[in-house]
Protein backbone atom coordinates (compact mmCIF):
# COMPACT_ATOMS: atom_id res chain seq x y z
CA UNK A 1 0.00 0.00 0.00
CA UNK A 2 1.01 3.44 -0.18
CA UNK A 3 1.22 4.38 3.31
CA UNK A 4 4.06 1.68 3.13
CA UNK A 5 6.07 2.48 0.57
CA UNK A 6 9.61 3.88 1.39
CA UNK A 7 12.35 5.09 -0.72
CA UNK A 8 12.21 3.31 -3.97
CA UNK A 9 15.57 4.34 -5.64
CA UNK A 10 17.38 1.63 -6.98
CA UNK A 11 20.19 3.57 -9.02
CA UNK A 12 23.32 1.18 -8.95
CA UNK A 13 25.87 4.17 -8.95
CA UNK A 14 24.13 6.37 -5.51
CA UNK A 15 26.05 6.48 -3.08
CA UNK A 16 22.37 5.27 -0.86
CA UNK A 17 22.76 1.95 -2.83
CA UNK A 18 26.50 1.90 -2.08
CA UNK A 19 26.17 2.09 1.66
CA UNK A 20 23.27 -0.62 1.99
CA UNK A 21 24.95 -3.26 -0.47
CA UNK A 22 28.15 -2.80 1.49
CA UNK A 23 28.49 -5.55 4.30
CA UNK A 24 28.83 -2.77 7.43
CA UNK A 25 29.28 1.04 7.52
CA UNK A 26 32.57 0.22 9.01
CA UNK A 27 34.17 -1.19 5.61
CA UNK A 28 33.84 2.05 4.34
CA UNK A 29 37.32 3.76 4.36
CA UNK A 30 36.91 6.44 6.89
CA UNK A 31 37.42 9.10 5.67
CA UNK A 32 34.79 8.86 2.73
CA UNK A 33 32.05 7.77 5.10
CA UNK A 34 31.04 10.96 6.97
CA UNK A 35 31.82 12.92 4.08
CA UNK A 36 29.05 10.76 1.95
CA UNK A 37 26.44 10.56 4.68
CA UNK A 38 26.87 14.53 4.77
CA UNK A 39 26.52 14.72 1.47
CA UNK A 40 23.14 12.04 1.84
CA UNK A 41 22.05 14.46 4.43
CA UNK A 42 22.25 17.47 2.01
CA UNK A 43 20.39 15.49 -0.91
CA UNK A 44 16.97 14.93 -0.81
CA UNK A 45 16.24 11.38 -2.42
CA UNK A 46 15.24 11.66 -5.92
CA UNK A 47 12.12 9.63 -5.44
CA UNK A 48 11.17 11.65 -2.89
CA UNK A 49 11.32 9.65 0.46
CA UNK A 50 8.75 10.95 2.55
CA UNK A 51 4.63 9.75 2.57
CA UNK A 52 1.99 12.17 1.97
CA UNK A 53 -0.31 11.85 5.05
CA UNK A 54 -3.51 13.68 5.86
CA UNK A 55 -6.19 14.90 8.49
CA UNK A 56 -9.16 15.98 9.22
CA UNK A 57 -9.33 19.47 9.14
CA UNK A 58 -12.25 19.48 11.44
CA UNK A 59 -12.21 16.36 13.59
CA UNK A 60 -15.02 17.06 16.22
CA UNK A 61 -17.11 17.73 13.64
CA UNK A 62 -16.34 14.93 11.10
CA UNK A 63 -16.46 12.82 13.58
CA UNK A 64 -19.61 13.43 15.04
CA UNK A 65 -20.90 13.62 11.55
CA UNK A 66 -19.55 10.24 11.00
CA UNK A 67 -20.85 8.46 14.25
CA UNK A 68 -23.98 9.38 13.16
CA UNK A 69 -24.09 7.54 9.91
CA UNK A 70 -22.67 5.14 11.60
CA UNK A 71 -25.70 4.78 14.26
CA UNK A 72 -27.82 4.77 11.27
CA UNK A 73 -26.01 2.14 9.15
CA UNK A 74 -26.21 -0.55 12.39
CA UNK A 75 -29.93 0.38 12.33
CA UNK A 76 -30.30 -0.26 9.05
CA UNK A 77 -28.59 -3.68 9.30
CA UNK A 78 -30.50 -4.99 12.17
CA UNK A 79 -34.00 -3.68 10.29
CA UNK A 80 -32.80 -6.26 7.58
CA UNK A 81 -35.25 -9.63 8.58
CA UNK A 82 -32.98 -11.54 6.50
CA UNK A 83 -29.54 -10.69 8.38
CA UNK A 84 -30.99 -11.24 12.01
CA UNK A 85 -32.11 -15.01 10.51
CA UNK A 86 -28.22 -15.87 10.02
CA UNK A 87 -26.25 -17.46 12.38
CA UNK A 88 -24.40 -15.37 15.09
CA UNK A 89 -21.27 -16.26 13.72
CA UNK A 90 -22.26 -15.24 10.36
CA UNK A 91 -23.79 -11.84 11.52
CA UNK A 92 -20.70 -10.92 12.99
CA UNK A 93 -17.87 -12.06 10.58
CA UNK A 94 -20.05 -10.30 7.67
CA UNK A 95 -20.59 -6.72 10.26
CA UNK A 96 -16.77 -6.86 10.56
CA UNK A 97 -16.62 -7.01 7.05
CA UNK A 98 -19.14 -4.52 5.43
CA UNK A 99 -19.52 -1.95 8.25
CA UNK A 100 -16.71 0.36 7.00
CA UNK A 101 -17.90 0.28 2.93
CA UNK A 102 -21.80 0.43 4.69
CA UNK A 103 -20.49 3.80 6.46
CA UNK A 104 -18.83 5.63 3.57
CA UNK A 105 -22.54 4.56 1.57
CA UNK A 106 -23.60 6.44 4.82
CA UNK A 107 -21.54 9.17 4.07
CA UNK A 108 -22.57 9.73 0.47
CA UNK A 109 -26.44 9.41 1.20
CA UNK A 110 -26.19 12.16 3.66
CA UNK A 111 -23.80 13.66 1.77
CA UNK A 112 -21.39 14.28 4.23
CA UNK A 113 -18.24 16.32 3.05
CA UNK A 114 -14.90 16.67 4.66
CA UNK A 115 -11.94 18.53 4.53
CA UNK A 116 -8.34 17.66 5.42
CA UNK A 117 -4.50 18.84 5.90
CA UNK A 118 -2.35 16.68 4.42
CA UNK A 119 1.42 16.47 6.68
CA UNK A 120 4.55 14.97 5.82
CA UNK A 121 5.69 12.18 8.11
CA UNK A 122 9.67 11.36 7.43
CA UNK A 123 10.40 7.70 6.41
CA UNK A 124 12.04 5.21 8.51
CA UNK A 125 15.12 5.75 5.53
CA UNK A 126 15.07 9.74 6.31
CA UNK A 127 15.15 9.49 10.18
CA UNK A 128 18.26 7.17 9.58
CA UNK A 129 20.15 9.38 6.99
CA UNK A 130 19.15 13.14 9.05
CA UNK A 131 19.92 11.41 12.37
CA UNK A 132 16.98 11.62 14.34
CA UNK A 133 17.63 10.39 17.94
CA UNK A 134 15.66 7.15 18.77
CA UNK A 135 13.92 8.84 21.51
CA UNK A 136 12.50 11.42 18.95
CA UNK A 137 12.14 8.19 16.38
CA UNK A 138 9.86 6.50 19.62
CA UNK A 139 8.21 9.97 20.11
CA UNK A 140 7.15 10.31 16.31
CA UNK A 141 5.78 6.35 16.60
CA UNK A 142 4.15 6.94 19.88
CA UNK A 143 2.43 10.20 17.85
CA UNK A 144 1.80 7.66 14.81
CA UNK A 145 -0.14 5.06 16.60
CA UNK A 146 -2.56 7.61 18.74
CA UNK A 147 -3.52 8.68 15.62
CA UNK A 148 -2.35 12.26 15.08
CA UNK A 149 -0.13 10.99 11.88
CA UNK A 150 -3.41 10.26 10.11
CA UNK A 151 -3.93 8.38 7.20
CA UNK A 152 -2.55 8.33 3.45
CA UNK A 153 -3.57 10.32 0.86
CA UNK A 154 -4.05 7.82 -1.22
CA UNK A 155 -6.90 6.33 0.59
CA UNK A 156 -8.20 10.21 1.44
CA UNK A 157 -8.63 10.36 -2.29
CA UNK A 158 -10.30 7.08 -3.06
CA UNK A 159 -12.60 8.05 -0.25
CA UNK A 160 -13.25 11.15 -1.88
CA UNK A 161 -13.77 9.55 -5.36
CA UNK A 162 -16.24 7.81 -4.01
CA UNK A 163 -18.30 10.51 -2.50
CA UNK A 164 -18.15 12.26 -5.89
CA UNK A 165 -19.30 9.33 -7.96
CA UNK A 166 -22.29 8.66 -5.55
CA UNK A 167 -23.30 12.74 -5.75
CA UNK A 168 -22.27 13.09 -9.73
CA UNK A 169 -24.76 9.71 -9.98
CA UNK A 170 -27.46 11.64 -7.65
CA UNK A 171 -28.42 8.17 -6.49
CA UNK A 172 -32.14 7.83 -4.53
CA UNK A 173 -32.50 6.75 -1.63
CA UNK A 174 -34.17 2.92 -2.99
CA UNK A 175 -30.68 2.91 -4.24
CA UNK A 176 -28.84 3.24 -1.48
CA UNK A 177 -31.00 0.63 0.36
CA UNK A 178 -30.18 -1.98 -2.58
CA UNK A 179 -26.47 -0.94 -2.59
CA UNK A 180 -26.29 -1.21 1.16
CA UNK A 181 -27.75 -4.67 0.56
CA UNK A 182 -24.99 -6.28 -1.70
CA UNK A 183 -22.73 -4.86 0.62
CA UNK A 184 -24.12 -6.51 3.62
CA UNK A 185 -24.41 -9.95 2.47
CA UNK A 186 -20.90 -10.44 1.09
CA UNK A 187 -19.78 -14.04 -0.18
CA UNK A 188 -16.18 -13.36 -0.33
CA UNK A 189 -16.18 -13.73 3.36
CA UNK A 190 -14.13 -16.89 4.56
CA UNK A 191 -15.64 -18.74 7.11
CA UNK A 192 -19.55 -18.43 6.58
CA UNK A 193 -21.78 -21.43 7.20
CA UNK A 194 -24.62 -19.84 4.79
CA UNK A 195 -23.00 -19.22 2.10
CA UNK A 196 -24.77 -20.48 -0.62
CA UNK A 197 -28.23 -18.47 0.74
CA UNK A 198 -25.67 -15.35 1.62
CA UNK A 199 -24.93 -15.14 -2.23
CA UNK A 200 -28.41 -15.62 -3.12
CA UNK A 201 -29.10 -12.55 -1.11
CA UNK A 202 -26.36 -10.74 -2.84
CA UNK A 203 -27.77 -11.66 -5.90
CA UNK A 204 -31.44 -10.26 -5.13
CA UNK A 205 -29.94 -6.96 -4.30
CA UNK A 206 -28.79 -6.71 -7.35
CA UNK A 207 -31.27 -7.83 -9.23
CA UNK A 208 -33.95 -5.50 -7.23
CA UNK A 209 -31.44 -3.09 -7.87
CA UNK A 210 -31.67 -3.28 -11.65
CA UNK A 211 -35.57 -3.79 -11.93
CA UNK A 212 -35.76 -0.65 -10.15
CA UNK A 213 -33.33 1.14 -12.54
CA UNK A 214 -35.04 0.01 -15.29
CA UNK A 215 -38.06 0.81 -14.20
CA UNK A 216 -37.39 5.08 -13.09
CA UNK A 217 -34.91 5.54 -15.14
CA UNK A 218 -36.08 3.98 -18.55
CA UNK A 219 -34.21 6.46 -20.59
CA UNK A 220 -30.78 6.20 -18.67
CA UNK A 221 -29.42 2.52 -20.12
CA UNK A 222 -26.14 3.33 -18.21
CA UNK A 223 -27.39 4.08 -14.76
CA UNK A 224 -27.14 0.29 -13.16
CA UNK A 225 -23.48 0.15 -14.35
CA UNK A 226 -22.81 3.83 -13.06
CA UNK A 227 -24.18 2.09 -9.43
CA UNK A 228 -21.86 -1.16 -10.09
CA UNK A 229 -18.87 0.71 -10.75
CA UNK A 230 -19.74 2.87 -7.46
CA UNK A 231 -19.69 -0.37 -5.67
CA UNK A 232 -16.45 -1.75 -7.36
CA UNK A 233 -15.00 1.86 -5.81
CA UNK A 234 -15.42 0.74 -2.38
CA UNK A 235 -13.33 -1.82 -2.51
CA UNK A 236 -10.09 0.43 -2.10
CA UNK A 237 -11.43 1.94 1.26
CA UNK A 238 -9.99 -0.58 4.02
CA UNK A 239 -12.22 -0.38 7.18
CA UNK A 240 -8.46 0.33 9.08
CA UNK A 241 -8.49 3.74 7.33
CA UNK A 242 -11.91 4.84 8.05
CA UNK A 243 -11.46 4.06 11.78
CA UNK A 244 -8.00 5.82 11.48
CA UNK A 245 -9.95 8.62 9.59
CA UNK A 246 -13.10 9.23 11.12
CA UNK A 247 -13.64 7.86 14.52
CA UNK A 248 -9.56 7.65 15.87
CA UNK A 249 -9.10 11.39 16.33
CA UNK A 250 -11.96 11.03 19.15
CA UNK A 251 -11.87 7.26 20.46
CA UNK A 252 -7.72 7.26 20.77
CA UNK A 253 -6.96 3.35 20.07
CA UNK A 254 -10.19 1.93 21.11
CA UNK A 255 -10.40 -1.30 18.90
CA UNK A 256 -13.50 -0.36 16.47
CA UNK A 257 -15.30 -3.81 16.20
CA UNK A 258 -15.57 -3.84 20.36
CA UNK A 259 -17.53 -0.71 19.85
CA UNK A 260 -19.24 -2.19 16.84
CA UNK A 261 -20.36 -5.03 19.03
CA UNK A 262 -21.51 -3.41 21.69
CA UNK A 263 -23.51 -1.03 19.72
CA UNK A 264 -25.03 -3.56 17.55
CA UNK A 265 -25.72 -6.48 20.37
CA UNK A 266 -25.66 -4.07 23.24
CA UNK A 267 -23.17 -6.47 25.07
Known sequence: MATLEGCRCRNNNSILYSILKSDSLTSLPSTAAPASLQELRQ?????????????????????????????????????????????????????????????????????????????????????????????????LAGQSSRGAAGVSVVDIEAIKAFLKKCWSVDISTKEYAYLKGAVLFNPDVEGLRCLHYIQSLRREAHQALNEHVRLIHREDTTRFAK??????????????????????????????????MEMFYGK
Open 43 to 139: QPCSCGSTRRRGVLRSPQVTCKAASAVLVKTLRFVKNVPCFRELPEDDQLMLIRSCWAPLLVLGLAQDRVDFETTETVEPSMLQRILTGVPDRQSEA
Open 227 to 260: LLIALSMLRAISPPVVAQLFFRPVIGAVNIEEVL
